[in-house]
């Protein structure tokens, strides 16, 4: 089971003391957030991808190879990038290689984006938002596993004898996994080719998160790429913990009230009880995070979203503190004991090398022209 | 006999409201016409008063509180609707609109609606016509032919001609909806995965 910590990247003016933090100060933050998640004992980082304030995380991969750089354990992950916006030669390319500065370190979460103002920004239209999710990855997984492609599709320019560079380190591209809240189609194309699944699982009822899980398991079966409860599942949530319940909720109710994405609609109260967010005690942290395997399943990963709607560094620092010390410890035993043998960890590179027969150099040196790169693709 | 069920829209604001009582004579005349043509009739009530808190709550978070949720099943779920709002501003009201913008898109499509209105004075009953039906229609909703309006001097008309001429359009309104009714009709699907779109017909476009 892994665990650790996914960050949308908003600035947000502190609702207590009127403070708006800088770019530069929460990009700081968010590198010294990163490094924190891995000296407590998480496992994960990921950051999401805005092209519009109050987010700053334009460039996910620029931010993460510099954290890569500083940290020795902590996987590294998106939540989530733009497949629909991005250009796949380009997902391809800057994945491939952070994956090989970050030593494997590296996997990535793949969404639609929800602003419909984003799209034409980048020439697309909101409306081809599953079509371009669709068409553009099939891409990025060619791009990815075969050295020279020839490729036309509906949404981009077509590729003639193109070679992705640098190829996926060891020749083994990173894990996907497919982000979606509510579009079946998404859960299906992550059932389709066996890759992850993340829900999440902020804003809606758990209800809803258990009926698409439940479709993506259904399909991965259905696909043959394994029984039903072996299909790889992601989680969000968020928490906000004191050693007291009452301190919790106290201290987190004017970030909650204020929030750009639900503030001033439901109660904290009402929200947590029907949405996932806890605010308390660790120990129902733990008690509620434990049940969530109830409703979808063993799954692999669960990040949790805890730096958001303004929240201040030093508090976000506190919350991973407990998190590492007294959360997480108690869920991956808990969790782990409860999962059967026959349910697979998530995926990393150590483990989809070792399921490929062992790592490849899979460069691809170009004969003739190597300054231009417009030589012909090179006999194999 | 047949079950139908029919479900009840009511945006009236004060209680007790006029709305509320127009719509109460909507469902007793197509329960009656129902029970006439030899259906069992059910009828769920749907207060928008009461919701008014969970439908802004709905709009900012995108998801309906499980009082919100039970509502939209029992409308969506439905054999037929009257829906039934006060005029505010030459139109329906916020509340009215809100709590049918919130359903999913195809929620409504194909399903046998009544519409009614009420307004301090009959100067507002086009609106019935110009904004209700117009909004029924994009829902792809069946809309029965009659729609009522119901001013406050038509509360107050007893017997007099003016009070008749309302119950006999209340009872006509009521008939054309229980006809509506009694066709059997294809719902929208409620469980995802009936609905859908496997992964090689997405790649290829379709």
Known sequence: ?380 | MTARTLAVVSAGLSQPSSTRLLADRLSVATSTSLQELGFSPAVEVVELRDLAHDLTDNLLTGFPSPRLESAIEAVVGSDGLIAVTPIFTASYSGLFKTFFDVLEPQALTGKPVLLGATAGTARHSLALEHALRPLFAYLRAVVAPTAVFAASEDWGAGDSPVGRALAERIARAGGELADLMGVERRRPAADPLSTLTPFEQLLSGN
């Not at chain 1, 933090?21 to 990009?27: K, L």
């Not at chain 1, 989530?80 to 391809?92: E, G, H, S, Y």
């Not at chain 1, 994945?95 to 419909?116: E, P, S």
């Not at chain 1, 030093?314 to 959360?327: A, N, P, R, S």
């Open chain 1, 1 to 380: 089971m892994q665990f650790g910590v996914f960050s949308v990247s908003d600035i947000t003016t502190d609702p207590t003391n009127g403070r708006t933090p800088s770019e530069a100060e929460r990009i700081q933050a968010i590198v010294t957030i990163a490094k924190k998640v891995e000296e407590v004992g998480l496992d994960v980082f990921a950051l999401g991808e805005h092209h519009n304030p109050p987010f700053f995380s334009s460039s996910p991969t620029t931010t993460l190879g510099f954290i890569a750089a500083q940290t020795s354990t902590l996987l590294l992950s998106t939540a989530t990038t733009l497949i629909t916006t991005n250009d796949p030669v380009k997902i391809a390319e800057d994945y491939a290689m952070l994956q090989h500065l970050a030593g494997g370190r590296v996997d990535l979460t793949l969404g639609r984006g929800n602003t419909g103002p984003v799209y034409p920004w980048f020439g697309q239209d909101i409306r081809n938002g599953i079509p371009l999710a669709v068409e553009n990855y099939a891409l990025l997984r060619r791009l990815w596993t075969e050295d020279v492609v020839d490729w036309q599709g509906k949404f981009r320019t077509p590729l003639q004898g193109f070679t992705s560079t640098p190829r996926p380190l060891d020749g083994v591209p990173p894990f996907v996994w497919h982000g979606s809240i509510r579009s079946p189609e998404i859960a299906e194309q992550a059932a389709y080719y066996g890759d992850g699944f993340f829900h999440n699982n902020i804003f809606w009822p758990m209800s809803h998160t258990k009926q698409m899980v439940g479709i993506y398991r259904q399909r991965f079966e259905h696909y043959g790429h394994g029984r039903a409860d072996q299909a790889i599942v992601g989680l969000g949530g968020q928490v906000f913990m004191r050693k007291n319940s009452q301190d919790a909720v106290r201290e987190f109710r004017p970030y909650f009230d204020n929030a750009p994405v639900y503030g001033h609609g439901p109660s904290l109260e009402d929200f947590s009880a029907v949405t996932p967010l806890t605010v308390g005690s660790p120990q129902q942290v733990i008690e509620r995070y434990l049940s969530f395997r109830e409703d979808v399943g063993d799954y692999q990963r669960q990040l949790f979203l805890i730096d958001h709607a303004g929240l201040p560094l030093k508090t976000v620092l506190e919350q991973l503190d407990i998190l590492g010390e007294e959360v997480v410890p108690v869920l991956r035993r808990e969790l782990d004991a409860l999962r059967p043998a026959h349910v697979p960890d998530a995926p990393t590179h150590a483990s989809l090398v070792a399921a490929k027969g062992g790592a490849q150099d899979s460069t691809v040196y170009a004969a003739g022209d190597d300054v231009t790169g417009k030589a012909p693709a090179v006999a194999r």
